[in-house]
């Protein structure tokens, strides 16, 4: 069966540092989405992405961070300058269509900023 | 701000048992509900969703929605000790049209033999 998948599975940063997460989304989805899920909160989302184009963004998603499909497999997350609180596990996701039940997540990165 | 509460839980029950999962959502424009499973450390997997007022059955999963009390709840028949997990609500579309679903916080189900 095929799954998105996420790479690294855990990933250690300086405060400061620039992170960048990658993500394998199913082959034939056309919508591939962001979320973080800081330890014991609840899941949120950061940004959908459509058509090599961000195409809804929350208030968490700003200048910090920033997506990109540099080819026609992986979907990457980067957070630049890092903060403490951006420790949280970061989901990936994919769908064929936007309806949310088509969404299949990967299972996620966990970054650590000491 | 549109809100999707919880319990957080834990809930503790035998197995064997009918558990009883329940959410409120602030947003009455909402459409869509959806229950995932989540296990310590893993993502999310979706088990169940819902559109319309009344209960919605899949095998020892019952999902029941009332949109006029805004309230939406999961029954899990014939608990199992592998069922112990985090269960997420979501809602979606709120309204103005994402459809990116809103989550709560989760509560927590351990199931003891």
């Known amino acids: 069966e095929p799954e998105v998948t996420q790479t690294p599975s855990h990933q250690v940063t300086q405060m400061g540092q620039e992170v960048i997460l990658r993500c394998v989304p199913i082959?034939?989805?056309?919508?591939f989405y962001w979320y973080r899920q800081i330890l014991g909160q609840k899941v949120e989302f950061l940004v959908s992405?459509?058509?090599?184009?961000?195409?809804?963004k929350s208030e968490i998603f700003d200048d910090q961070f920033s997506v990109e499909r540099p080819d026609g497999s992986n979907f990457t997350l980067k957070i630049r300058s890092t903060k403490l609180e951006d420790s949280a596990m970061y989901f990936c996701?994919?769908?064929?269509?936007?309806?949310?039940?088509?969404?299949?997540f990967g299972p996620g990165t966990r970054l650590t900023v000491t | 701000q549109k809100e999707v509460e919880q319990n957080s839980g834990p809930l503790s029950v035998p197995e064997g048992a009918i558990a009883s999962l329940n959410c409120t959502y602030s947003?009455?424009?909402?459409?869509?509900f959806f229950w995932y499973r989540q296990y310590s450390g893993k993502s999310p997997e979706l088990i169940m969703f819902?559109?319309?007022?009344g209960d919605k059955e899949d095998g020892r999963f019952t999902a029941q929605l009332n949109k006029a009390s805004q309230y939406v709840s999961l029954l899990i028949r014939d608990s199992q000790p592998s069922d112990s997990a985090t269960y997420l609500c979501?809602?979606?579309?709120?309204?103005?049209?994402?459809?990116?679903?809103?989550f709560g916080r989760g509560t927590s189900l351990i199931v003891h033999p």
């Open positions: 996701a994919s769908s064929v269509g936007q309806v949310a039940y088509e969404q299949y």
């Open positions: 082959s034939n989805h056309l919508y």
């Open positions: 992405f459509y058509n090599n184009e961000i195409s809804e």
């Open positions: 947003d009455r424009g909402s459409q869509s």
């Open positions: 819902i559109y319309s007022n």
């Open positions: 979501a809602v979606s579309p709120p309204s103005g049209g994402s459809y990116i679903p809103t």
